[in-house]
């Protein structure tokens, strides 16, 4: 092995003449000849070769088109069947382990780029005594038998290649190898040969460098703004996510605002109408009593009584306190439920899973009822009996809303060309069903809301927990539900969130959560 000097990094200035040439030392192999350059051959070279080579190579073409005419010029000037263009794409422990080809000629035009391993071939070893050595050039040359010198190495069978040459691409900064060029045959590389490739792969190795090195930074700075591009999505759909927190937070707050105000007049109509129904019960037990010790009242009474329909009165009063009972528990619950839905979970705390899910149930009572177009969904509970967990209430119940939203909006997109008596004979139908186990991530249930509306296609499964990625047209839909319940559940209560979905037939999400903190899934 022979280190050569360094030559001059500006090729396209002008043509190196003889005497510049006639300074190189003896190529590197690992038995070094001392055969000198003939002066012939290198001004043979020099002026001819070398002039069509730098003017076509150098000046004419840069960037991914230089690798292809270099490799054309060397294997067409040097008569060999390869060439190949190489850059080093990983390394281990210090060593480079795997070469991604620029450019292959394989003597008929380029053939497409690939990757290989280094260990047990020839540009292995060049790299590796590359890596070894502490001059400016390092050549490896097999002049013969190379398929016998590295029986592991099929890609040699298959080109049915005799003899190499190749110079490793140094980094100028760091002395490391970052690639090689090298010339293939399927004949024996002459001494007179591998003396002409030698000068003319020393020429373009600094050019080489420097066009290998300029793609590496631009790939560099191409991965830095793809990285910048990455962040400012992120930003953009974080801000996104902290806007539609911040409302779910204002609404939550305007909400539970408005069932306190509610429930101040309400609990006073809720106190007041059971003594109202006492006082109605007792006016009434005294107008008959009064009507038996008195039998024949006045014309006047008697006329009075039938205008103002008195049996019906005495009939009808007792059902009206009845029905505005109702009324009144009603908004009671209407109430609860919204104060369940809009808490704001500062800290974790027990929660009843059942008592979020009947809550968000009771706020979306309204869209699961009957109108002109179809019957009422139905809603069939399996619940299981399911210990307290310590979780944020408030959060569960907005992903309990987003699931049991979509699920009605599955079932209604089902309806549209289905007639009301088409969907009475196949009824819409949400399932939810609880279930308590326990595994090897310990004590844990699971929450299944199940529809059997239209599915979700294929294509657009993969995508379903993307941020801002809707499959809804107009206002209905911002592409944050989905996302925003996946982070609920698994950042935020260490659970997860996945489904399952048949086009044509239905959709099932499935929620997992730990009992308690420790237990982590």
């Known amino acids: 092995m022979v280190n050569h000097p360094s030559f001059c990094s500006d090729f396209t200035a002008s043509v190196p003449d003889v005497e510049y040439f006639s300074t190189m030392s003896d190529s590197i192999d690992s038995q070094p000849s001392s055969t000198s350059v003939p002066d012939s051959l290198v001004q043979n070279i020099s002026w001819n070769v070398l002039s069509e080579l730098m003017t076509r190579t150098a000046a004419a073409v840069t960037g991914r088109d230089y690798y292809p005419v270099l490799a054309e010029q060397l294997a067409s000037n040097l008569d060999v069947h390869y060439a190949m263009i190489g850059e080093i794409c990983q390394w281990e422990d210090g060593q480079p382990t795997r070469m991604r080809a620029l450019c292959f000629w394989d003597g008929q035009g380029v053939a497409e780029n690939f990757e290989y391993a280094l260990v047990g071939t020839p540009c292995g070893q060049l790299l590796e005594q590359a890596g070894e050595s502490s001059g400016n050039l390092c050549f490896c040359w097999f002049p013969e038998e190379l398929q016998r010198q590295f029986p592991e190495d099929i890609d ?185 839905f809009s808490r704001l979970d500062a800290e974790e705390s027990l929660c009843d899973v059942h008592d979020g899910l009947e809550s968000t149930l009771v706020v979306l009572r309204h869209r699961l009822k009957a109108n002109p177009d179809r019957p009422e969904i139905q809603v069939i509970k399996e619940y299981d009996e399911l210990p307290e967990i310590l979780a944020r209430p408030g959060q569960l119940s907005q992903v309990f809303m987003n699931l049991l939203s979509n699920a009605i909006d599955a079932v209604e997109e089902d309806n549209q060309d289905r007639s009301y008596g088409e969907i009475e004979t196949k009824p819409n139908v949400i399932g939810i069903r609880t279930h308590y186990f326990q595994d090897d991530e310990g004590d844990r249930i699971a929450i299944c809301i199940t529809d059997n509306g239209t599915g979700i296609p294929v294509e657009v499964q993969p995508r379903l927990f993307e941020t801002f990625f809707t499959t809804k047209d107009g206002e209905r839909g911002t592409g944050l539900g989905l996302s925003l319940s996946r982070q609920i559940i698994t950042e935020n209560h260490r659970g997860s969130l996945s489904f399952d979905s048949t086009p044509g037939q239905g959709t099932e999400f499935i929620i997992e959560l730990p009992v308690s903190p420790g237990d982590k899934g």
């Open 156 to 340: 040699l069978v298959k080109l049915q290649a005799e003899s190499y040459l190749g110079v490793a691409l140094l980094d100028p900064d760091t002395r490391q190898p970052i690639g090689h060029i090298c010339i293939l045959d399927d004949r024996p590389l002459s001494i007179e040969k591998r003396h002409r490739a030698e000068i003319l792969l020393s020429l373009f190795a600094t050019r080489t460098v420097a066009e290998l090195k300029r793609e590496q930074a631009e790939r560099r700075e191409q991965d830095k703004i793809l990285e910048l591009e990455r962040a400012l999505r992120e930003l953009q759909q974080t801000h996104s996510k902290l806007v539609q927190v911040e409302k779910i937070s204002s609404l939550g707050q305007l909400v539970a605002g408005v069932a306190h105000e509610i429930n101040n007049p309400l609990g006073c109509l809720t106190g007041n109408l059971a003594h109202l129904g006492d006082y109605t019960a007792d006016l009434l037990e005294h107008l008959s009593l009064y009507q038996q010790q008195y039998p024949d009242p006045s014309p006047d009474i008697s006329e009075h009584a039938e205008n103002i329909d008195l049996d019906y009165l005495k009939e009808d009063i007792p059902k009206m306190g009845n029905s505005m009972k109702v009324s009144v528990d009603r908004i009671q619950e209407i109430v609860s439920s919204l104060r369940q």
